[in-house]
């Protein structure tokens, strides 16, 4: 017989096994992974726990003294004899009263309780339309496929998914306002600054046309009058919070122009890694850099600098650290999101630069800053709010930013690279919390890591890119538009080369689609008229392929209806289904069609077919657009819709257009 143990937490030397952590006192009567786990826990005097969450349900019950809770966004107090229970997925944390808090936890894994909280956790309300935002393009060159497989492709991608759901989309895009780099490549090319940005402006647009990717909102780099006004609103108002403060930095010099070398003039050592960074933002860690920060600083020509005193504006996030951690805390973050923001909430929180002596950009309307420009770390937020009003003027209901009712706001999902991060995850949330804006807080957040040329970094400086307008037209730019969807790098690196999409392309784009989709129209064209016919005969290979061509409806409306559909593994089951198509298409056509015998085996298989057009259109759609409608037109049908895959094709109405030969694929 096991006799049970005493455990005593007043008498620590009693309490074996002990560990101490934070000054908390851990005691586990019995090993994880049972089917219950109990755990004690002694607190010193202001210890606390990480916040955390998990799949299991945890009861708490405080012994002695009492705790603060910290559970999502919600803080309460627990004492001595009261208990909770916390639900799958809760972000929470525990703080010590006093010391000698006592308390005993006990967790379990329930499935029920975990697959409510994944299937309730953060609902979104589908009336609300769709604001996405993906990264601003610096137009300080043209647009290459590096910069194409990024944010900017995959929130048209995005926008068609949603729209095959009858959601209401908006796609806000621009490029970025103020930025050294497009001053630097202004005074290489001779030209002035907001010249030198519309010329690469209308490239980018050229570029976003040519991929079938034209946004719903463009804001180009000069700010009109309005413009200006939402970016001083939003000063006042961080102003008026005490979010804005004047600090004095010794910062890189050069002596012989007599001007101080910020954002891209300076580059050296990231603070915080130790990776190439300029004076705006680390290119290895994403982290946003102050140039006085800077280790072994260094202009363009690589020439040391010196460090004399300048005074600027900087943007204050350390009280914004308890709305950041809520925003950490939601469910729905990718993991990058979290682990990025959880580690600047660790590290402590920077105060961020927002003003330069920078020729360009929106003055500071404050005595002695009237020398320098607002920079591009104050402007991200503004933007968003001028789509909001550009939103409501198209709706026929115009109103400013802060006049707009909070329920009425869209829902906010932002796209960008992974070394983009520190604005999109900590500045744009923490001001938009500080502006008391919560509902625009993004709800989805799409990181993508870098597209390499050939193994190394797509360089517009270095002229080592393959530009967008030079590899598309405007009818070659949908099998790119696949490609880069297929080498999409969401979690890692993906490396482009050119031989290599052009064998995919000749292989798959300029062979198996158009074979599979042409036979497949030979196998309709056997029996139709104006309407397509009934089923008529059943063979083992048609109800096999009507199985395969469910199976694959069913993951499409899975990878639409996911909060982030995997548009790579959409493009690896299309050219799955591509090859089914083809396989079946064959196999019907390989019987002669003079056989009278065989009309009621065509009349089966090009309901098949029919079948497996239309669920291929709809998976195609987002990628390829042009392809997916003129499918659909081939079958009498309009712009691709989810609903299609509801609807029994084997029955259906069909009435076919009267040119069949003028079908997709032909």
Known sequence: ????????????????????????????????????????????????????????????????????????????????????????????????????????????????????????????????????????????????????????????????IAETGDREVFVLQGTHGHLEHIAIAADAAGLEYYQLAEKNTACFQEALDRLNAVPDIFLGTEPDRRGKAVVLE?????????????????????????????????????????????????????????????????????????????????????????????????????????????????????????????????RIPIPGFECQRFNITIEHVPRHLLALEMIREKSGCPALWYQIPRDEMPELNILFGADNAFGRLLVIPGVLSALDLHEMLPRRIFVNQMLTLDGKKFSTSRNHAIWVNDIAAKETGEPLRFYLCRRRPDGAVEDFSLSSYESWKRN?????????????NQVIERVATDELPCPGQWSATDIAFLAECRRFSAEVRARFEADYPDVRQLTHAIEAFVDAIDRYSCSVLHVPAAAKENEALDRTAARAVTFALVGLCVAAYPLIPDFAVRIAGSLGLGVPKLSWLDRDWMAESVRLPESIGARGGE
């Open 1 to 160: 017989m096991i006799y049970p143990q005493i455990i005593d937490l007043k008498n620590e030397a009693r309490a074996v096994p002990i560990s101490i952590d934070g000054g908390i006192v851990r005691h586990d009567p019995f090993p994880e992974g049972g089917n219950v786990s109990v755990r004690l826990l002694k607190f010193s005097s202001g210890a606390t726990t990480c916040r955390h969450n998990h799949g299991e349900v945890e009861f708490w019950t405080v012994i002695s003294g009492g705790v603060r809770i910290h559970l999502d966004e919600k803080t309460f107090l627990l004492l001595g004899g009261e208990s909770i229970r916390i639900d799958p997925l809760r972000r929470h944390r525990i703080e010590a009263l006093d010391s000698g808090a006592v308390m005993q936890t006990v967790w379990w894994h329930s499935r029920a309780a975990f697959e409510e909280a994944i299937s309730t956790k953060e609902a979104t309300a589908k009336d609300r339309p769709l604001l996405l935002v993906p990264a601003m393009l610096t137009p300080n060159g043209q647009m290459h496929i590096g910069h194409a497989s990024g944010p900017f492709l995959h929130a048209d991608v995005l926008r068609r």
């Open 234 to 362: 939003v000063f006042k108002r961080l102003c008026s919070k005490g979010l804005i403060a004047e600090r004095e930095y010794l910062v890189p010099y050069d002596v012989e122009s007599g001007r101080f070398r910020v954002d891209a003039f300076v580059h050296g050592k990231c603070p915080y890694c130790g990776g190439y960074a300029s004076g705006h933002e680390c290119e290895d860690c994403g982290a946003l850099v102050v140039d006085a920060e800077l280790q072994d600083p260094v202009d363009l020509e690589g020439h040391s600098l010196e460090r004399r005193p300048l005074k600027r504006l900087f943007l204050n996030l350390a009280p914004m650290h308890d709305a950041l951690e809520s925003f950490a805390s939601r469910s729905f973050l990718p993991i990058y999101a979290k682990h990025y923001i959880e580690s600047w909430l660790s590290r402590g929180l920077p105060e961020v630069c927002i003003s330069n002596p920078n020729r360009e950009g929106i």
């Open 508 to 520: 798959f784009w300029d062979g198996r689609l158009l074979r599979s989709t042409g036979k497949a």
